[in-house]
């Protein structure tokens, strides 16, 4: 059967000689593999495959069905045309970072368009955004995505609770016994990104080397802890280097 769905390419593989398989992230049917004929084969105006490149936001027209693995696309173009993205290397380092986070996380294809609808207005401010304002997306995404897969960091930094807990996900007032918690600035700053809902206040979150390398490090250990077999982030330290 038919549908009309947009999509955001998380990965795309080389198949055969003119094909792409193409793990995407979809509005009507969550995380779906896709396969797409002939998208590498060279014309006057290049190939397609550059459609489908990770982060890419696709209009589509897809075939569907419950019991396969591999679906097909029918009709694709593309949902919203990055002004930005793909021109420099700090937002396409930072693209790579959320989707390798999303891969990690998304196991099962069970359709949530808000969680569709999050990670598409994520993608689009990142576009939108300067240079200081993106290096802190890469924060806010990783601790607002938690909230969509049960974990999201509770309480508040306060004087009272000044020490947040990564391993139970919530501000205390003493420090765990285990070496997985944050105190000072960067239990502040984590709570400054939790709440900051704006270019202005993500902007505002002034972090200098050494502080956005030890909260995104941090966060990984926070993702070891909530979902199995979650791993090392690969583009981890390739963010460091460039947000540096």
Known sequence: MLHHTKGIVLRGVKYGETSL???MYTELFGIQSYIVNGVRTETKGGTKAGMFQPGAILDMVVYHQDTKNLQRIKEYKWAYLYRKIYSGVIKTTLVMFMVELLQKCIKQPESNPEFFYFIESSLHFLDEADDQVAANLALHFTLELASFLGFRIGGAYTHA??????????YTAEKPVHGYYLEGYLGE???????AQTAEALGAIRLNRELRRG???????????????????????????ILN
């Open 215 to 241: 909260l995104l490090l941090a966060y990984q250990s926070f993702y070891v802890m909530h979902v199995p077999d979650f791993g090392q982030l690969k583009s981890l330290q390739v963010l460091q280097d």
């Open 21 to 23: 398989i193409v793990l």
């Open 189 to 195: 700053v984590t709570y400054l990104l939790l709440e």
């Open 161 to 170: 609770t000044p020490v947040l807990d990564l391993h139970e996900g919530v």
